[in-house]
């Protein structure tokens, strides 16, 4: 059930109202069931991967959480040190054993409904095979709520907090119908207080919440639709029938269309959420306004980032070999820092493109973007001297500007690979982007007139929005607003609502972008 | 609660009337419509027709193809049966056109469904809006036939409009830029497409870039249902239904001979209805065609409107 339908916004209003209707105790329970119903309504079968996730993973760290019961009680008495070692030993190997079986259920299951048809179809092309692929449909979010089930596993491993009694109330922390199909991928310490807790109906905090789902339907009806209705064509096609400036002007509106659909779904997430009380995380920082890409992966899908540094990127760095490779460059300070780093930012942003799709161009858009991360990673020596050597020309207004378009122009090159969702589209797209033809432009910009003024228009809003927030020193837009007298306040939501009514696209489907993920 | 309920409900309320009092004030008045002249008109002058018609009749349903191939006027000349189209545009939906359809058929009449290669089984409601700009009764009509599809796509219609007017009649025909889409292309008083078309106006290249394929996997459920409620709707008003074939290029299709009988023998035991035509008797050369492989020219409007009407007349005198 997409955000942006019609049943959905029923549902919500059911949600919401009988939410600060029942009795409080139970408002965590209602919250449960409707999210179950949310989920069910994407597909009834894939609950039973959603509900078969959340038992594996509750079931695994309950266990962990009994081993390291029976570890502190094992421990009581014991004065020896040797003895106190193995016995921990000897339980952390059986914690990490139940975390492993875990990991193999969890992953594996992700694998073989991600991934299959994928390793079918290399293997068919590589040995000339006749097509064996597999009818196997992924259920929505199964990745967004697998790594959500992983993170909360390693850190009940890691002792971070302890495992959830409550197996409903687990049930709900991974559930939870505004991340579930798309993130934020919740930190589970962060959010359970709030999910599990008793909320009244705050009417400032419910005003806030439900402007900012406004301002994310206007992002997704408004700018993302709007866009899709003119480079669908063109990206689906891989450039074919289209000259180079059109296609260059469809992959640098992509950017904006897959920010202002993801993000605009988290603002939709975000805001909902917290008319019921419950905030969750934050996606996105303006990140288009990033110096450079390590910045643009702190500020676009912070989650995902976070998840794959706590989760991925530390676990390589503390591994035997990186150890091992440090003490093998220990005479060089440099080596032994980088060389390690570079080896877990490699394998973090394999998985990273991975992640996005079963298909040889999302792992080249993770190489591709790991490959610059990497780069500013080995010659962040070389940066740092400069900067020293030229403060005043780093610290410019004029560099800062350059270095934001920079970044951006190689996000959307990056995009050549990610928007296709196959290689020889991708070719096929960059090849057309050379064959520029000013009277095919003119065509294209005049075909599209309509929905390009709309998307200007909205643009400019989104990107004013983004630099206000970027800047950091003021109160947030929408507290600005809160604060405004009541006729411009009516105003505002009157002209925000209309615009979202008047200037959506239609004819565009209801998915969003990340939904397939 | 109540304070915010109250508040968002005059809101919501206040921005419905707006957007819906700004949208049908600019779709419903019959006078100064911007797309008087566009291509959809043409389905209007179709129902038009049909609700003027009296007595048993023809009615070939189905998408452009229908528009481009069959002439109605021939069609009554060698059948002597008043023929008419209800069909300019696959985007518009298999589903309106077939409930469409069925409003107009009647005890004795005839329907002839051009067997189409796939199903487009939902409401192509741009089309549908377009085509609709100053028919108050058939807006309504739709409305109360289908209340939350009307009022949550109707609003795309006023930003067309507005569009339309501020920046001249740029979208007169909606992206179909070619002369052979206009209301004009139509007679008015029958529906029938009467645009001259000579020599193809699309290379030979071009033409056969695009390929036909008829499969038995387009033998979906929705597609088997939709039709055969519609074929048995038809049947109990005491009308009966025939498929044909919609003309073909030739070299345009990917399917062998066998699978084309395979396809029309699936097609006659799923939906007990006879084919008029083989495919082949309405398979013709580049030189038929007009736009695209499957709209013919004046020319082969005339041989595809003969091989069917033909084909009809012994059913009709049964």
Known sequence: MSFTTLKFLIFFAIVFWGYFLIPKRFQWAWLLVGSLVFYAFSAWWAIFYLLGTITVSYGCARWIQSLSLKQKESLVGVKDKNEKSKIKASFERKKKWVVVLALVLLVGLLVVVKYTNFILKNVESVFHLDSFALDIVMPVGLSFYIFQNIGYLIDVYRGQYEAEKNYFKFALYISYFPHVLQGPLDDYEAVSAELYGTHEFDYARVVSGAKRAAWGFFKKLVIANQISVVIDGVIKSGGTGHEGLSIMLSVVLYAFWIYADFSGYMDMAIGMSKMLGIPIAENFDSPYLSKNIAEYWRRWHITLGAWFRNYVFYSVLRSSWCTAIRKKFKKSKYLASTVPTVLALAIVWLLIGMWHGAAWSYIMHGIYHGGFIILGTILDPVYDKLHKKFPKFYGSKFMSAFRVVRTFTIVTIGYYFFATGAPSLSLSLLKGSCHIYLAGFVQFLSNNLRELIIIGISLIFLIYMDFYNAKGDKPPLGDVVARQKTWVRWTLYFVLLFAILFFRAYDVGDAFAYFRF | ?318
């Not at chain 2, 049909?50 to 048993?56: C, P, Q």
């Not at chain 2, 009022?151 to 001249?168: E, P």
């Not at chain 2, 013709?284 to 009809?312: C, D, I, Q």
């Open chain 2, 1 to 318: 609660m109540k304070k915010f309920l109250l508040k968002s409900l005059a809101l919501i309320v206040s921005v419905g009337i707006l957007f819906y009092g700004v949208t049908f004030a600019l779709i419903l008045p019959s006078k100064g419509q911007a797309f008087a002249n566009n291509y959809q008109k043409g389905f209007v002058y179709q129902y038009r027709a049909l609700e003027r018609a009296e007595g048993k009749k023809i009615i070939t349903i189905g998408a452009s193809n229908v528009a481009f191939n069959t002439d109605t006027a021939l069609m009554r000349e060698i059948t002597g049966v008043p023929a008419y189209n209800l069909g300019i545009h696959g985007g518009m939906g298999y589903h309106y056109i077939l409930e469409t359809a069925l409003k107009f058929v009647d005890e004795g009449d005839t329907v002839i469904y051009p067997f189409w290669h796939f199903s487009e089984d939902d409401y192509g409601m741009g089309l549908i809006w377009l085509s609709l700009e100053g028919e108050q009764d058939l807006i309504f009509d739709f409305i109360k036939e289908h209340p939350v599809k009307a009022l949550s796509t109707v609003g795309q219609f006023g930003l067309k409009k507005v569009y339309a007017s501020i920046l001249g009649n740029k979208l007169d025909t909606d992206s179909l830029d070619m002369a052979c889409y206009r209301a004009s292309c139509f007679d008015a008083e029958t529906g029938n497409y009467i645009y001259e078309r000579g020599t193809p106006i699309v290379s030979w290249d071009a033409m056969h870039a695009t390929k036909l394929a008829f499969s038995p996997a387009n033998f979906d459920s929705a597609f088997v249902s939709t039709l055969s409620e519609f074929i048995s709707a038809c049947r109990a008003k005491g009308a009966e239904v025939y498929f044909t074939f919609h003309s073909i290029m030739s070299g345009s299709l990917v399917n062998t001979a066998e699978e084309l009988a395979e396809v029309r023998s699936i097609a006659e035991q799923t939906f007990s209805v006879e084919f008029l035509n083989d495919a082949s008797e309405v398979t013709y050369p580049f030189e038929y065609y007009y736009n695209s492989p499957t709209h013919l020219n004046t020319a082969g409007m005339k041989r595809y409107t003969e091989a069917v009407a033909n084909a009809l007349v012994p059913y009709l005198t049964k």
